[in-house]
């Protein structure tokens, strides 16, 4: 069976001139950019276009995604953002270039899986600089460092940090000053440099653009700038990038005149909430085939400024469309603008069809 609608759409050329925009930038100051693809589920179409827009690495949280991009033999390093699982070690080595460490116990698992393979395995040792996702607190490389020097099968390529993940926590040049000051400490107490600093996402870009990135930070990993030209601190647009890459389409399935406050006693909705509405009279009202299973309801935005979400169900949304121009119908499909929880989950569900197109 092949799916028609609901669709995501995904403008490549869009994408690539995003990607370029923002390595343009960070090549005035060394720092390369490595394209984050989980966002897509690593669609193979949109890493290819990254790379073109001057991405030197591809990164991803999921091994299934490093599979994919593998099996299309792009000719970069494959870094794994999430910290790898001690169950899937062997994988990790398989199919990952590089991958983001915290855990001495991880590592050393590692160094046996590269042993076995017959193989390296670099590793970007994660520092938390204040964040409280992942990373070592920095008193402690001294006591994991020497550990991980003794792993044979591991090279050690250099340090990273996250941030505004979990705390919200903003870069500064405070916060990337402290990464550095790891650097700078660790090439000087051991016989080692460090090639990478990773100075975290699409949040630190904006300390770059304002020129207020410390030198020495020369690398990051970013998602959301690229794909969608917003800064995640507050999704803002990215200065120069363009904010439409992708659309999903939904199709009316109902399109009725009918009143605006449910008739009869009113409990909890289907995801256990009270629903509230307001007395707006008798208002058109179109259903379309498109729900919660596929898509982040409150990250879409209608392109057409004149329709209002009302709610949605698994499989339904509800749209007002009384103000709008246009002579929608059954049959008709109405465009959104997905952020980027709606552009994941759409690309994550299997009743979405995926498209790319070339504007
Ligand atoms: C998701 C992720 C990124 C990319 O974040 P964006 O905000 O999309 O740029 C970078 N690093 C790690 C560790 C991640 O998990």
């Known amino acids: 069976m092949t799916i028609k609608n609901p669709t995501l759409i995904a403008d490549i050329e869009k994408i690539e001139y995003n990607a370029k925009v923002i390595t343009t930038l960070c090549q005035h100051y060394n720092?390369?950019?490595?394209?984050?693809?989980?966002?897509?589920?690593?669609?193979?179409?949109?890493?290819?276009?990254?790379?073109?827009g001057g991405c030197t690495m591809l990164a991803d949280s999921r091994l299934e995604n490093l599979q994919l991009l593998r099996e299309q033999h792009f000719d970069v390093d494959h870094l794994l953002l999430r910290l790898p699982m001690?169950?899937?070690?062997?994988?990790?080595?398989r199919l990952a270039d590089i991958s983001l460490n915290s855990e001495i116990a991880t590592i050393k698992a590692l160094n046996s899986?590269?042993?076995?393979?017959?193989?390296?395995?670099?590793?970007?040792?994660?520092?938390?600089?204040?964040?409280?996702?992942?990373?070592?607190w920095p008193e402690t490389i001294h006591k994991i460092l020497p550990e991980i020097l003794q792993c044979e099968y591991i090279i050690?390529?250099?340090?990273?940090?996250?941030?505004?993940?979990?705390?919200g926590v903003i870069p500064s040049p405070e916060n990337m000053g402290l990464l550095l000051q790891q650097k700078l400490m660790i090439e000087t107490s051991y016989p080692i440099s460090v090639n990478l600093v990773s100075g975290g996402t699409s949040t630190a870009l904006q300390l770059v653009?304002?020129?207020?990135?410390?030198?020495?930070?020369n690398h990051f990993r970013v998602?959301?700038?690229?794909?969608?030209?917003?800064?995640p601190v507050d999704?803002?647009?990215?200065?120069?990038?363009?904010?439409?890459?992708?659309?999903?389409?939904?199709?009316i399935i109902e399109c009725q005149w009918k009143?605006?406050?449910?008739l009869g006693q009113i409990g909890q909705d289907a995801f256990g909430h009270l629903p509230v509405f307001e007395d707006r009279g008798i208002r058109l009202r179109a259903i379309l085939a498109l729900g919660r299973q596929d898509i982040a309801v409150n990250g879409l935005t209608p392109c057409d400024p004149k329709i209002q979400i009302l709610g949605a169900s698994s499989d339904h949304l509800l749209i007002d469309i009384t103000e709008t121009h246009h002579r929608y119908q059954v049959g008709s499909t109405i465009s959104f603008f997905p952020n980027y929880a709606a552009v994941l989950a759409a690309s994550t569900s299997r009743y979405i069809r995926k498209i790319c197109i070339n504007s």
Do not use: W
């Not at 897509?40 to 276009?49: K, L, S, T």
């Open 209 to 217: 653009a304002s020129g207020k990135m410390p030198k020495g930070i």
């Open 235 to 251: 999704r803002s647009p990215f200065p120069g990038t363009c904010q439409d890459a992708f659309i999903i389409q939904g199709e």
């Open 259 to 262: 009143p605006s406050v449910p």
């Open 223 to 231: 998602g959301e700038a690229i794909l969608l030209g917003r800064n």
């Open 31 to 52: 720092i390369q950019v490595a394209a984050v693809t989980k966002g897509v589920c690593a669609e193979p179409e949109i890493a290819e276009a990254m790379l073109r």
């Open 86 to 93: 001690i169950s899937e070690i062997d994988e990790v080595v």
């Open 156 to 167: 050690f390529e250099g340090i990273g940090c996250n941030l505004g993940c979990y705390g």
């Open 113 to 136: 899986a590269a042993q076995k393979q017959q193989t390296t395995h670099r590793i970007i040792l994660m520092i938390d600089v204040g964040d409280l996702r992942e990373g070592i």
